[in-house]
């Protein structure tokens, strides 16, 4: 059982993990045509944290609101 505060915040985590993971990858993909390595490195990373993103959905499903007073 989760405070529904708590589950609000992850679920803007989720969110920020994921579209910022993605903004990033894109980034990466577009930056490794002049610098490779810099390329890559954000390609790592963005796709780090859009797996974290996804890996904290699962998370989420599992956790269920305290019931109201």
Do not use: C, E
């Not at 990466?28 to 859009?50: E, Q």
């Amino acid at each position: 059982m989760a405070a529904q505060q708590t589950l609000q915040r992850l679920h803007k985590l989720i969110w920020v993990l994921i579209y910022g993971g993605l903004l990033t990858l894109i980034l990466g993909i577009a930056t490794a045509r002049t610098n490779d390595a810099l390329g890559w490195s954000f390609i790592v990373v963005g796709g780090a944290l859009a797996a974290a993103g996804v890996a904290l959905i699962a998370v989420r499903a599992r956790l269920h609101a305290d019931p109201g007073p």
